[in-house]
């Protein structure tokens, strides 16, 4: 699948010991085919010798899965949300199904989703009880003024 793109916005963060800046640039580039690329990141910390496997396998998956949803119906957001439900699905990543558990023995969970155009955002935090938390946040996104 090709997407035709105008714009393209180049954002960089810089972490310093207590202080975050977001950086963003955004310019206007010829209307031409690119082809497009899914980036994932298996979370931060690390990471035990036999977890990387597994980590590397569901990075995988999860790429294959919104590269597909990109390839049927085009839409970036839809893809995104798809890529994170299947990291969610992993026990490999600390996200849905792989959470941690807070100090009583729960599960709690945080996701966020954001379309980029018209910069409308959900959230979720401190939620149980829903096995892919990032719909729960497109919920948010879509159905509220959040």
Known sequence: MKTSLHFVTI?????FISNI???CKTKQIDQEEVAPLILIHGGAG???TEMNEPKYLGMKAAVSAGYKVLEESGSVLDAVEKAVKVLEDDPAFNAGRGSKLNIFG???MDSSIM???TMKAG???SIGGFRHPVAAARVVMDNSSH
């Open 106 to 108: 729960h599960v709690e």
């Open 123 to 125: 959230a979720v935090a």
């Open 11 to 15: 954002c960089s963060i810089l972490l």
């Open 115 to 117: 379309e980029g155009a």
């Open 46 to 48: 690390t990471i035990p």
């Open 21 to 23: 800046t977001l950086t």
